[in-house]
């Protein structure tokens, strides 16, 4: 296997690895010593049920954290260097997406390093795939603001580009804040807005509906408080 960044896909929660990723995946993982991960106890877990065989004790974690340096990343860089393959594992979905893995990639594409990302679920795709909304042209705007004012802002703003840019807007919340953030939406939105909720995907829980503003106020939203989800608007 040529020496490389790998970066590794897991699943979106609790549902069967072979659902979600690829064979081929599980050849590469195997092979890598080093990981630089979002937290090792999960990384450990996912490593786990990729192979059974899988000696952890003789691999190398490396915790991305939330405050890691450029200094550190690149540190985490130099069995790559030195001709080992590094592989990246996130908490959930693709690594360096909506995640701090894209500093560890960037560095590396910085460095001339081989960058490989492998196949698996991005539950912002899966989003726009089921949303009915258009694909061609979308954005994902991470977190908006807590507090409440500057969150009523922001979904003006993007509400306002969904309309005069065609283009889809996408956001998430921390679970437990989902029921809020849902409440402002309809609150905030035009009646005709479409609203997409998509939560726990690839999951036994999974749920995708589509209404306008108006409609989603007809109907008593799931609880999310515990389940991952995405919100998308559009025009």
Same mark, same amino acid.
């Given at each position: 296997?040529? %020496?490389?960044?790998?970066?590794i896909?897991v699943t ?5 690895? &072979? ?7 599980? $050849?590469?993982?195997?092979q ?9 106890? &999960?990384?450990?877990? *996912?490593?786990?049920? =990729? ?7 003789d ?8 405050? @890691?340096?450029? $200094?550190? *990343? $690149?540190s985490y ?19 360096? =997406?909506?995640?701090p893995?894209?500093?560890?990639? @960037?560095?590396?594409q910085r ?9 698996? %679920? ?8 089921? &949303?009915?909304?258009?694909? !061609? &042209? *979308?954005?994902?705007?991470?977190y908006?603001?807590?507090e409440?004012?500057?969150? #009523? ?6 509400e !306002?580009?969904?309309?005069s840019e065609?283009?889809?807007q ?11 953030? *849902? ?14 909720v @998509? ?5 036994? #829980?999974e749920?995708?509906?589509t ?5 989603w ?19």
């Open positions: 296997m040529e %020496p490389a960044l790998y970066l896909p979106l929660g609790e549902t069967e690895l &072979s659902r979600v990723l690829p064979a081929y995946n599980a $050849e590469i993982v195997p890598i010593k080093h990981f630089i991960v979002e937290d090792v106890r &999960s990384a450990r877990r *996912f490593l786990k049920k =990729v192979n059974r065989d899988i000696r952890i004790d691999l190398t974690f490396y915790p991305m954290g939330k405050h @890691a340096s450029p $200094e550190v *990343f $690149e860089l130099r069995p790559l260097e030195q001709g080992m393959s590094v592989g990246v594992i996130s908490e959930a979905g693709c690594p360096a =997406v909506a995640d893995g894209a500093d560890v990639v @960037a560095i590396a460095k001339g390093l081989r960058v490989v990302p492998l196949v698996g %679920p991005s539950s912002i795709l899966l989003a726009v795939m089921a &949303s009915g909304f258009n694909g !061609q &042209s *979308f954005a994902f705007n991470g908006l603001p807590i409440p004012s500057e969150r #009523t802002k922001r979904l003006k703003q993007l !306002q580009r969904a309309y065609h283009q889809t996408i956001f998430i919340e921390t679970p437990y804040r989902n029921a809020k953030l *849902f409440a402002e939406i309809l609150r905030t939105c035009r009646p005709q807005t479409r609203l997409c @998509a939560a726990g995907l690839t999951c036994e #829980t749920s995708v509906k209404h306008s503003v108006q409609d106020k007809k109907i008593s939203l799931p609880d999310l408080s515990k389940t991952p989800a995405i919100f998308l608007i559009y025009k």
